[in-house]
Structures are given as C-alpha cells and as structure tokens.
C-alpha cells in the first residue's frame, strides 16, 4: 500500500466491540498490522483478556502503541459512554453478541436482551457522536433453509431459531436507521462458517464449555479432551450422506473486514448493504473431518448419529456481489484452515487457559 494511504489510515480509529472474541481478534490484528487504531470494548463474556494480550504482542510496536481495551458491556450506557467520550472514532465494527444457536432456544430472552439492547445502545451512542459508519457480524443464518444455492445477497431472508431471528432483526433495523438518516453507511457481512486459526498458533477458536460448531468439536477430539465426533445425519442427498456448508478461515474473513471497512469510506451512497462472506465452495462433515485427520495425523473416531433438528442439508455462498464490490476474494481452502487450526490446537490444547 501507497505509504500516503497508510498514513492517512492511522489516523483513524476503529472502534470494535466484542474484539477479545474468535473472529474480533483475529480481525483487530489485521487492523493493527494495516495501521489502524484500534478501540475494543468487549465484557469478556465468552472470551479472556489474555486474547488481546496476545493480539498486542503478534502486532508488535503498532499492538503497543494503538490498541486500547476497555472492560465493558454494551447494556451498560455508562461504559459506552466512558469509550465513546474517550476517543473520536471513525467507524465501528461490531462483532459482540451471543452466538450458541442452541442456547438461544433455551434462554430466548437472554439472547433478545443482549444482542438487541446491545445493539440499540450502540447505535445510540454512534448517533449521539456522530459516528455513523458501521460493519456488522450477521450470519448465513439469515437464508434459513435456502431453496437453492449458493445463497445470493437477494435471496428472501428467513430465521430457523432466536439467534438466527437477532441476526435478522438487526439487519432490519440497521436498514431502518440508515433510511431514517441517509448519513448512515452500513454494511451488514453474513459469514458462512468461520473456521482455522491464525497461523502463528498464538489466537483461535476457544469455546467455553463443549463445543456446538464442527471445527471446534474435531479439534477437542484430535487433542484428547473428547473422545469421538457426533456426525450429525448420514442420509442427506448428498455425495457421501453429511451435510455441506462454506467453511472460510478466519484470516480471509479479517480480511473481509478490512475490505468492507475500505469500502464504507470510499462510498458515501452504500446506504446499508448485505455481502456474503464464504468461499462459495461446499465441504461435507466427512470431507471436512478427513482433511482434518490429513493435517494433524490424527485419527478422529466418529459416530454416525440422526440429523440435528433445523440443520440445513447444503449451505454455500454467492461470492459474486463481495468479489465485484469489495474487491474481496476468499484466498485459503480447507487445507489451511485444518493446517492452521491443528497448529492453534496443538501449541494450546486447553485454548488461552492452562490445563485445568
Ligand atoms: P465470540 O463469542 O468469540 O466473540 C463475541 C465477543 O463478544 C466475545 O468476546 C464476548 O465476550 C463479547 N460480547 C458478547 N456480548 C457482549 C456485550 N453485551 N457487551 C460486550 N461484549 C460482549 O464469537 P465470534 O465467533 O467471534 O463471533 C463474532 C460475531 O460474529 C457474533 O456476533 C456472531 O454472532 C457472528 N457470527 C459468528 C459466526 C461463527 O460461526 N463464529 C458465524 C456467523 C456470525
Ligand atoms: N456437525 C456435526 N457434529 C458436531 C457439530 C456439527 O456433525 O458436533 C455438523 C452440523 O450438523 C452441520 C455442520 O457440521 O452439518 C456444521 O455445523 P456447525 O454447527 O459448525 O455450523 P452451522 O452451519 O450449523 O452454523
């Protein structure tokens, strides 16, 4: 990048909540190393602060000199006041939120609670400061059970549970903000199934409690903590009887963020505006778990078992709409993402936590 370019770049500040978590850490690095300055405000709910420690040392003087977390919870006004009155922030990428599909079934108003009135509080205080230029976390989620695929940014939106209907509810209601004051720029990035680790081995994935998502699942299997991988369904109409998704690496979904956050300052007519962030490459479970044992010589029992209620058979994206307008492109394919999540497992098999 032109040294003018990333001059001009330092001068701006990100604010980005949820970034001790997955997908914040990795992508807080990625703004760090581009020469942004970098603001998290993250409650520590499903995350540690060692994460962040992490972060700083990976980016070096640039982790030293401008990243800044604050403990704090986006229910709380008083804690997004005292960040926001901090630092003048030029867009806000915000990741934090709930995420465990079945959790949210079980305790809807938990899920309701932190991932709406978070979100309401945010937006708030972004109006309130004159930062209106936003990229959220939505999800795949959102295209329910697609009657056809790959998924395309138009498709008819449709939630299978209460975290799908947060995802889809904040779409709506970005989309209402930004139509109520044009001087909102929006964009909302559906993931499809973020997965691997940077390749240092120093951040990934660490889930509390058993993990619900497959990678995860695998890992705690190849390193011992479990003991075999439930492979939900072996009957779906597909080549070996699992189901597919678009599995991407959380490198090239940063990535994704970066070319999104770019995007809202070149154009100031983006209203509010949906891209997919997959592959648009389909991987079945057993595809995937193979992969897995390839990259870590390891072998993972498994254990055919019924499908899980409300999972789709197959789930990839259109890649079309992020690869004209943003520039982006998915870079890694599965041998990576298990490269890279095995280095991860294996250097922290107990994640950011010493063996208990
Ligand atoms: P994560 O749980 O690792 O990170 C979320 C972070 O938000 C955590 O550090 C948590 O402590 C924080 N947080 C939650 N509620 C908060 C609150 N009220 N105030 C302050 N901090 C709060 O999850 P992730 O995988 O990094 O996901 C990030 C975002 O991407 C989420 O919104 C998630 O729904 C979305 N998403 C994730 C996936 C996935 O498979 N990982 C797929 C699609 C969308
Ligand atoms: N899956 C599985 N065993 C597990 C977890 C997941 O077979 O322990 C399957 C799941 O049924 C789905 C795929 O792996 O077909 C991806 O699931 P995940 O929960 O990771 O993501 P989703 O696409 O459901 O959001």
């Not at 993931?191 to 497959?214: M, R, T, W």
């Amino acid at each position: 990048m032109a040294s003018e370019a990333k001059q001009q770049q330092q001068q701006q500040s990100i604010l980005v909540t949820g970034g001790a978590g997955f997908i914040g850490t990795h992508t807080v690095l990625q703004l760090l190393n581009e020469g942004f300055r970098v603001s998290i405000i993250d409650n520590l709910d499903n995350s540690v602060e060692e994460a962040v420690d992490r972060v700083r040392d990976l980016a070096g003087s640039n982790g030293s000199r401008n990243l800044q977390f604050h403990l704090g919870d986006l229910r709380n006004k008083d804690d997004l006041e005292k960040v926001f009155s901090q630092t003048r922030f030029d867009a806000v990428i915000h990741f934090a939120g709930l995420k465990a599909v079945g959790e949210s079934v079980a305790k809807p108003w938990l899920y309701y609670s932190n991932n709406l009135i978070g979100t309401l509080n945010l937006l708030e205080f972004m109006g309130k400061y004159g930062c209106k230029k936003m990229v959220f976390s939505s999800s795949a989620t959102v295209y329910g059970q697609p009657e056809t695929i790959p998924c395309v940014e138009n498709f008819q939106l449709k939630a299978m549970n209460p975290y799908g209907r947060t995802k889809l509810f904040l779409e709506e209601i970005a989309r209402d903000v930004q139509k109520a004051d044009p001087d909102w720029r929006i964009i909302l990035l559906r993931y499809f199934n973020p997965v691997g680790a940077h390749p240092s081995g120093q951040i990934g994935e660490d889930p509390k409690g058993i993990p619900n998502n497959l990678m995860p699942y695998i890992q705690q299997v190849a390193v011992g903590r479990l003991p075999e991988l439930n492979v939900f369904g072996h009957d779906y109409p597909t080549k070996d009887g699992s189901a597919i998704r678009d599995y991407i690496h959380v490198i090239d979904l940063a990535d994704g963020h970066i070319a999104a956050l770019r995007k809202i300052f070149a154009t100031d007519d983006i209203g509010c505006t949906a891209y997919n962030l997959g592959t648009g490459h389909g991987t079945s479970v057993l595809e995937m778990v193979a992969a897995f044992e390839k990259a870590s010589g390891k072998q993972i029992p498994i254990r055919l078992c019924p499908r899980r209620p409300g999972d789709a058979t197959a789930v990839f994206a259109s890649t079309e709409k992020a690869q004209k307008e943003l520039g982006w492109k998915a870079k890694y394919g599965i041998e990576e993402m298990c490269r890279d999540q095995w280095n991860w497992a294996s250097k922290n098999p107990w994640g950011y936590r010493p063996q208990p």
